[in-house]
């Protein structure tokens, strides 16, 4: 039954990132038509919109000695404010000041920068199973992005403050994902965690909103269709289901094993780009998506039997190592 339910969970990371990885195409279709802060912060502020009553119904039934105060609001401005305002800012000015292949292999730090900030925040431990997870999940990843890492130009100047500010926006998300667990086990709800973190990065984006680049409903409806309903994606998906679940597999799960489906995203937008975008499917593309999969089933699902396998091999090395002596 658990190896069941751990199954299940390595799904529900799958499909995370899968709807994740549906950001960039979809951000690829609209660029043109809307700008980098409206893409940015308008999908989040309807998403925050939209749960707000499904959150109002969950506090409605919840009882009385159950009810969150002022005081429980707090823990959320850390993460509104750094892993949903400031994440989303650097984020777009980072990918406006550096090339796409440089922002892709940046991006790949999130994982890293996790393990360290769950280590110090939440006191995980980074076992032998996961250094090999992340290490075959790495190697997948350097398979799918052949394409990024001949293209990027890390020794350029021109890109060295783009770069920087990109890896503060990853650093940015690392937080959040770490500080997210950290509210999982302080026993708030998936809508709590997305609501409250969302209404406090909403509210600290108005000011970009109004004076950066002013908000214009009627040039969101002139946009076409397609825009609409790119918005809509990303707000209802990217922001807030993508979200909800996450929150739900880190009940169970360490964000480090979590976080390592994140090296799935490269082989998900390489799939949606030649769905979506006709883009040409390689095999070493398709040979490191296989790669990163059994990477992430080794940490999520496996692992307990993994780890006891290298435990045992060692203590049976140590035994008959002090026999020969």
Known sequence: ?????????????VLVNFIWATQVPVIRLIGDKLGPMTIAFVPMLISTLLFIPFLWAENKNRKESGRRTWKDLRYFILPGLIGIFLMQYLYTLGSTLTLAANAGIITLTIPVLVVIFASVLLKEKF???????????????????????????????????????????????????????????????ELEILVYSSLVGSIACIPLLIWVEPFSFSGIIRSGS???????????MVYGVSMLLFFYILKRMDVSQAILGNYLLPFFISMLGIVLLNEKLTVPMLAGGIVIFAGTLMVTVYEKQLLLFFTGRTKSASFKSGETQ
């Open 127 to 189: 076992n032998i199973v996961r250094l090999i997870g992340f290490a075959i999940a790495i190697g997948g990843v350097l398979l799918t992005s052949l394409s990024d890492i001949r293209g990027a130009r890390f020794s350029e100047s021109i890109y060295f403050k783009g770069n920087l500010i990109f890896l503060l926006a990853c650093s940015c998300a690392a937080f959040f994902n770490t500080y997210s667990k950290l509210l999982v086990d302080k026993k708030f709800t």
């Open 1 to 13: 039954m658990l190896k069941i339910q751990k199954a299940r969970d390595w799904l529900l990371v």
């Open 226 to 236: 397609i825009a609409l309903w790119s918005l809509l994606e990303l707000s209802l």
